[in-house]
């Protein structure tokens, strides 16, 4: 039960039509007995348990509301509507489509009666499909980071930059306007390496709403990069959990960006590479001041002349590597096993 309501919504946006402004209030603030659907999207936390609202009076505290829609899951055509609503797009499109929609619940007679507003489609981006294995054989120090990703079989070869935002640095920027100077940075190097092969690696979720959770950034300000790598766990302190199902997301197989996840507990990561490595930030832009403490651009052949970067990951498992490549040994075997 803890775990329902640690992972339910806690709080909800709306629009506040006597100030004018959009706000984002906790629930007990906004739901109670005027919402006409309240049982069917809330259930109560009443002594350790979770009880089905039979009407709409909420007995006890407020704060005991869960967000679970168990009844209108269980107990309405919302399920079933959404089942015809999203086969019958997918036939038009020929893929499966990413949709926002309303839903609107009323009771008559007793019975509820749901009616879904479609605002907006579109087809899911997809990367393109390929069988991929895990190299063979890889040197311990020339495996640069492993980790996971939810696209499985996929590879980015001649990575010959990376662009490197260090956990700590982020966590410690003081305000918005100093993150804004990062993000801005992260721009610029986007559009001055748009011809060449480079990965983005950083603390957190990219692109998401929250600063808190990882690199505030948007689709226009990384989409020169193969991949998205987000660093979690360990000293980062971020969960990990993949930010699925976002437009962001969405943005990111539409341009065949692939998202890694780096969990730094489990997962290799080479940290000396990464923050001992010489920064060629001002090779590309004028960096406004601090920001090279906040925001690496590694060139792959400092660690090694005439070596690039090659990340793998595995069609079967979604297993990811990303490995230095010695150009004057390419052509050895058992380094590499990629099928197109």
Not at 156 to 161: A, D, E, L, P
Not at 197 to 201: P, R, S, Y
Not at 239 to 246: A, V, Y
Not at 291 to 296: D, F, G, K
């Given at each position: 039960m803890q775990s329902i309501r640690h992972y339910s919504q806690q709080y909800i946006d709306l629009i506040d039509l006597k100030s004018n402004l959009f706000r984002t209030l906790p629930v007990h603030e906004v739901l109670g007995p005027q919402v006409p659907a309240l049982r069917y999207i809330a259930q109560i936390d009443s002594d350790g348990y979770i009880h089905t609202m039979h009407a709409n009076f909420i007995e006890g505290d407020p704060h005991s509301l869960i967000l679970t829609?168990?009844?209108?899951?269980?107990?309405?055509d919302f399920p079933a509507f959404m089942r015809e609503l999203l086969a019958a797009l997918e036939g038009e499109y020929h893929t499966p489509v990413d949709v926002e929609f309303t839903a609107k619940v009323e009771e008559h007679q007793g019975k509820p009666q749901v009616q879904i507003t479609l605002i907006q489609c579109r087809p899911l981006g997809t990367i393109k499909e390929s069988v991929y294995l895990l190299p063979?054989?890889?040197?311990?120090?020339?495996?640069?980071?492993?980790?996971?990703s939810v696209v499985s079989g996929g590879s980015?070869?001649?990575?010959?930059?990376i662009l490197y935002v260090p956990p700590e640095a982020y966590f410690s920027i003081p305000n918005s306007a100093e993150r804004n100077k990062l993000e801005r940075a992260i721009g610029k190097l986007n559009a001055a390496l748009a011809n060449e092969?480079?990965?983005?690696?950083g603390p957190g979720r990219w692109g998401t709403s929250n600063p808190d959770l990882g690199v505030h950034v948007d689709y226009g300000d990384i989409y020169n990069a193969k991949a998205l790598v987000e660093l979690t766990g360990g000293p980062v302190g971020i969960?990990?959990?993949?930010?699925?199902?976002?437009h962001f997301f969405q943005d990111l197989l539409e341009g065949q960006i692939y998202p890694i996840a780096v969990n730094l507990s489990k997962?290799?990561?080479?940290?000396e590479f990464f923050e001992a490595s010489p920064n060629h930030l001002s090779d590309w832009i004028t960096p406004e001041a601090g920001?090279?403490?906040?925001?690496?651009l590694i060139q792959v052949s400092d660690a090694s002349p005439n070596s690039h970067l090659d990340l793998v990951i595995d069609d079967a498992t979604g297993q990811a590597l990303a490995f230095l490549v010695h150009e004057h040994e390419i052509s050895s075997e058992g380094r590499q096993v990629i099928v197109p």
């Open positions: 829609f168990d009844e209108l899951l269980r107990h309405t063979q054989n890889v040197p311990l120090k020339d495996q640069i980071f492993s980790g996971k980015v070869q001649n990575v010959h930059y092969t480079f990965i983005c690696v969960p990990d959990e993949p930010s699925l199902g976002t997962d290799k990561f080479q940290r920001l090279e403490a906040r925001l690496r």
